[in-house]
């Protein structure tokens, strides 16, 4: 049974195998009700979700939106462009005005890695009961995208039943640009902790040896990496987080790291492809295998967005001690 307190949800470095299998079993719950005709449920009526992204994004931002509205929290946004963060306001006096507004759940996205970590800091120092959830910092993790990745495999493996521990043993290849991808840190944390074998393929400059720290194996060429893999999750190139050209060019990164059709015979049979998004159609995944249904779980970690986002919210909002069913 998971015993760990929800309030946050900033790093899957703690995270056990009975927290992962809480998130998938209440992600299941939600997927059922976002199956019936009236998709919204009170859960967290009366409660104030902000979401906080002081960086783009268009799945994880509109997901969390939708997540909340569907448990009936009232939302705020918040866009650096049009805030007064641009006449010099800090970002925690930026997350203390929303506090004063009466937020209950944060939802930040920053280009920094730690800024969710310090509101959560400072939301604690001023007392109450406000949660923050980390959306993506920097390079360092992105819990939410990790844990509808691990529902998306999860229910790829058993539709009606999924349980985290199905990944024991299954081989996942995560192939792009590790250096640089918080999706990847936080998938680590928990691909390895569910006891999955885990094999990492990227150039040397954008995988550093360092990652064998993590219990996994690491490859520089693809074709011994894609033997017998259960899944393949591609990462796109972040070249705006690259200071400089870690890659000879897009054409030859495709050649030698490129995920097609062609390269798939080497993996398992009925072996799934992911991406997180956004894509380089035809870098990092050819723009066919991405839109083919068969072999790509590209939409379904899109659609798993939401479920998964309304249990986190709804496991954070039942930590502030209020009864919220
Ligand atoms: C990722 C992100 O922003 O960290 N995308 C996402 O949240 N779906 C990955 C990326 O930007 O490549």
Same mark, same amino acid.
């Given at each position: 049974m998971s015993t760990r307190n929800?309030?946050?949800?900033?790093? &899957?470095?703690?995270?056990?195998a009975e927290d992962y299998e809480l998130v998938v079993q209440t992600t299941c719950s939600f997927r059922e009700v976002l199956s019936r005709?009236?998709?919204?449920?009170?859960?967290?009526?009366?409660k104030v979700v902000a979401n906080l992204f002081f960086e783009p994004s268009t799945r994880t931002r509109n997901s969390f939106e939708l997540a909340a509205k569907r448990l009936s929290a009232d939302t705020l946004n918040f866009a650096p462009?049009?805030?007064s963060l641009s006449k010099g306001e800090t970002i925690l006096d930026t997350a203390r005005t929303f506090l004063a507004m009466g937020t209950d759940i944060m939802v930040v996205r920053h280009q920094a890695s730690g800024v969710p970590q310090a509101i959560a800091q400072d939301m604690d120092n001023l007392g109450g009961t406000v949660g923050v959830l980390n959306a993506g910092d920097g390079k360092h993790e992105h819990p939410s995208q990790a844990l509808l990745d691990l529902f998306t495999l999860t229910t790829y493996l058993n &539709?009606?039943?999924?349980?985290?521990?199905?990944?024991?043993g299954k081989k996942i290849l995560i192939v792009g640009d590790?250096?640089?991808s918080r999706v990847a840190r936080s998938n680590l944390y928990c691909l390895v902790t569910l006891g999955a074998d885990v094999h990492l393929v990227a150039p040397p400059t954008l995988l550093?040896?360092?990652?064998s720290s993590y219990g996994v194996t690491i490859h520089h060429t693809l074709s011994t990496a894609l033997?017998?893999?259960d899944f393949i999750m591609t990462l796109r190139l972040q070249t705006e987080r690259?200071?400089?050209?870690?890659?000879?060019s897009l054409r030859e990164y495709h050649a030698q790291f490129g995920i097609n059709r062609d390269r798939?015979?080497?993996?398992?049979?009925?072996v799934q492809v992911l991406h997180p998004g956004p894509v380089n159609r035809g870098v990092e995944i050819s723009s066919d295998l991405m839109d083919d249904p068969r072999l790509s779980l590209i939409d379904k970690q899109v659609t798993n967005g939401v479920a998964t986002r309304m249990s986190l919210l709804y496991l954070m909002g039942a930590s502030s001690g209020d009864k919220i069913i």
């Open positions: 929800w309030r946050h949800v900033i790093s &899957l470095e703690d995270f056990t005709r009236n998709k919204k449920v009170p859960t967290l009526q009366g462009g049009s805030s &539709l009606n039943y999924p349980s985290a521990s199905e990944l024991k590790i250096l640089h550093p040896k360092e990652f033997e017998d893999a690259m200071g400089q050209f870690l890659v000879p798939l015979v080497k993996c398992s049979p009925n």
